[in-house]
């Protein structure tokens, strides 16, 4: 709970900083590029968290990473997180950050499951639908879930809409069974 809510701090700091300079699209990719090695990587994730690694060696190696490229806006939060001992967070605020940076520019993701490819006409028209109803820029990922089978299956942050074929089985299932009992 603790490391959630340090996160979000780092998070916002961070996204502060790069509004400042205008480098919140590109942060946020280098941050989730970052993360992704650090999951999955354990050589890398095990010398940042490394105890007798000295901090130089480790601020050295994001440096040589990311100089050149990130802003340095990015290279002393990098430098920060090390100095701190709180690169074991990267992943966290990798994701907060993401929140974060969505909720300024007033955009909501939302994940849809289908049982089969959108077309691209379907696409633009559950677009149009959720941007109505959540009143803010859409950004689908549509995944493709056979389990669904039928309908669709969307999150956005903690909501849930479930209108697919299999939970309105589970449904009628459910009042056959009720009335069986009677």
Not at 17 to 26: H, L, R, V, Y
Not at 33 to 56: H, I, M, N, S
Not at 156 to 171: E, H, K, Q, Y
Request: some cysteine; proline content about 3%.
């Amino acid at each position: 709970m603790i490391e959630k809510t340090l996160s979000k701090r780092y998070a916002a700091a961070l996204l502060k900083a790069t509004e400042a300079d205008g480098s919140t699209e590109e942060t946020e990719q280098y941050l989730f590029a970052l993360k992704q090695v650090y999951l999955t990587q354990k050589d890398f994730r095990g010398l940042l968290a490394q105890p007798r690694v000295p901090r130089t060696v480790k601020k050295g190696l994001l440096r040589r990473i990311f100089e050149g490229k990130a802003k340095p806006s990015f290279l002393s939060f990098l430098e920060l997180l090390v100095d701190k001992n709180r690169q074991n967070l990267i992943p966290d605020i990798a994701d907060s950050f993401d929140t974060l940076s969505d909720m300024t520019r007033g955009v909501v993701r939302i994940q849809v499951h289908s049982w089969r490819p959108l077309t691209d006409a379907q696409r633009a028209q559950l677009e149009v639908k959720l941007q109505k109803f959540a009143a803010r820029k859409v950004i689908l990922e549509v995944k493709v879930d056979p389990a669904v089978k039928g309908g669709l299956l969307c999150y956005a942050g903690g909501l849930v809409v479930d209108g697919t074929v299999a939970s309105r089985l589970r449904s009628i299932e459910e009042k056959f069974k009720e009335l069986q009992k009677i």
